[in-house]
């Protein structure tokens, strides 16, 4: 077990007690309400959400609805510039061929989101770099949360652990260089072997494991990565039983997805400490309506 695990609470990341030590304040985490933070901003493409995931427009839109930060997916371009991105080939939602992993940023930047009809009537977004992303919100004078989740994966080549400590070093460069406060930042991967390089690297950065596979297993796998904060699950393979046993080990629950009010209302029934949702103002009513 973890004798100092992080809770991802709102307005701050707080310590918990160790083995021995007595909370100070033992309600005043309760209190606080857990984060709200865009799912690739605004959410994915659908009748209610003209725009791209991850683009700039998408990510203003959560803020501007309330949402404490956001998370957003990060790749690596061909000329290890990260990019902001989802899907590993560019013709899921753009005019661009082949893979991220082999298109330089200059090309991808100049790219245009597709989401076919009606959205591209209301939508003129492009492929984004992170340090564009940081530019921007290093202007609105505080850091919203920042949720930055690694996508490793490619299509067009075999697993390469050179290229994902190249994309952990361009984030420890970029995160230096426009000071993003570390406890603003969750980096979250399905990778151990980036969270343990990450670790060394940003050693005061809170990392999140997504747990993608079978849920026993990857607690195990949690249990034994000590520099890890954070457990991140999807909203269908989270329940109010599993998020205790993650609490108990010590780590914050983070749980994503949800965009019905039915989806929303069963992700606050398992009390994660974050929520990446997809749709902001759906969730904050209905924390609202539980004060």
């Not at 695990?5 to 707080?14: E, F, R």
């Not at 683009?55 to 990060?74: C, H, Y």
């Not at 899921?92 to 940023?105: H, I, L, N, R």
Request: proline content about 6%.
């Amino acid at each position: 077990m973890v004798g100092a695990g992080l809770l991802l609470l709102a307005g701050s990341i707080i310590a918990a007690p160790g083995p021995g030590q007595q909370d100070p304040d033992p309600g005043a985490g309760r209190l606080r309400r857990p984060l709200v933070i865009g799912h690739a901003g605004s959410g994915f493409f659908h009748l209610f959400n003209p725009l791209p995931p991850s683009s700039l427009r998408s990510i203003a839109r959560a803020l501007r609805q309330g949402a404490d930060g956001v998370e957003v997916d990060v790749r690596l371009s061909q000329d290890s510039i990260p990019v902001l991105y989802h899907d590993h080939t560019l013709d899921s939602m753009t005019d661009g061929q082949g893979c991220v992993s082999q298109t330089t940023a200059a090309v991808l930047t100049r790219l245009p989101y597709r989401g076919g009809w009606p959205h591209d009537w209301l939508q003129h977004e492009h492929v984004i770099t992170l340090e564009m992303l940081l530019a921007h919100l290093a202007r609105r004078g505080e850091f919203p949360y920042l949720h930055l989740d690694l996508h490793e994966d490619d299509a067009c080549s075999s697993a390469d652990a050179t290229r994902s400590r190249v994309l952990a070093r361009r984030l420890q460069q970029l995160l230096t260089r426009y000071q993003v406060p570390a406890e603003r930042l969750l980096i979250l991967t399905t990778q151990v072997a980036t969270l343990n390089y990450l670790h060394d690297l940003l050693p005061t950065v809170p990392l999140g494991l997504e747990m993608t596979g079978d849920f026993e297993k990857e607690l195990d796998r949690l249990r034994h990565l000590p520099s890890v904060q954070a457990a991140v699950v999807h909203k269908d393979n989270i329940s109010p039983e599993r998020s205790a046993r993650i609490h108990a080990l010590g780590r914050a629950v983070v749980v994503f997805g949800g965009r019905s009010a039915k989806a929303v209302r069963r992700v606050v029934a398992t009390s994660p400490d974050a929520y990446e949702v997809d749709n902001v103002r759906q969730l904050r009513a209905m924390l609202r309506r539980q004060l």
